[in-house]
């Protein structure tokens, strides 16, 4: 069954310190990952795809196959990191659809 | 313009009413998505088109019927819907017609009240 897990409904961290969301998979194939963020009345807008392997706002995310992860790490949060984080995978022949994790409040206390 | 835009913003209705939802993107994507997104929670998927026409249906009611006039509009027609159908109802679009490796551009929502 394709399934996208994250753990933590809520993970609370102060500013500067390290902060990491965690995404686990389940696919029979090769799937592509994504991590999207929906920051408070704005709309869900795209962080980061595994494919294209780049670094927005200090966030960076590594494709493990091995464990089936594809965990969001910063090294140092900042207060405007606080949204909801939502990991997602899209599958071939799924026609465009877009399975989504529960998805992880992050909250940057100062 | 590079943005997916929905109205309207806000909408209240009664069960007995009908209404419509649009959404629109000007950016020559090939694929628009309907979702209902519950406070807190993860966008459902509810429908795709795909070249405007209807690809995906993931078992909605009847009571939401989605309409693809053109390659840019994109509707939902609502009608006797129930009070647990009130949500953010968000469309996106990307650009090819539903590829696994394509991002999904996604509108602000409309936020629906049934009373």
């Known amino acids: 069954a394709q399934r996208v897990t994250q753990p933590e409904k809520l993970l609370s961290v102060f500013k500067g310190a390290p902060v990491e969301l965690k995404c686990n998979y389940s696919y029979s194939g090769s799937p592509e990952l994504f991590w999207y963020v929906q920051y408070s009345r704005q709309r869900l807008q795209l962080l980061l795809r595994h494919i294209s392997r780049e670094s927005i706002k200090g966030f960076t995310a590594d494709l493990n196959k091995g464990e089936t992860s594809f965990h969001l790490k910063k090294p140092f949060a900042q207060e405007e990191d606080s949204a909801m984080y939502y990991c997602?995978?899209?599958?071939?022949?799924?026609?465009?659809?877009?399975?989504f994790g529960q998805g992880t409040e992050l909250s940057v206390k100062p | 313009d590079t943005e997916v835009t929905q109205t309207p913003k806000h909408l209240v209705m009664g069960m007995t009413n009908k209404k419509s939802l649009k959404c629109e993107q000007h950016m020559g994507h090939r694929a628009m998505y309907w979702y209902k997104q519950k406070a807190k929670k993860p966008p459902e998927l509810m429908f795709v088109y795909s070249y405007e026409k209807l690809s995906i249906n993931e078992s909605v009611p009847s009571r939401f019927s989605p309409e693809c006039p053109n390659s840019s509009l994109l509707n939902l027609h609502l009608h006797a819907l129930q009070p647990e159908d009130s949500a953010l109802y968000l469309c996106?679009?990307?650009?090819?017609?539903?590829?696994?490796?394509?991002?999904?551009?996604f509108g602000p929502g409309t936020r629906l009240t049934v009373l």
């Open positions: 996106a679009s990307s650009p090819t017609g539903g590829g696994p490796r394509v991002e999904q551009f």
């Open positions: 997602a995978l899209s599958g071939f022949n799924q026609g465009g659809k877009l399975i």
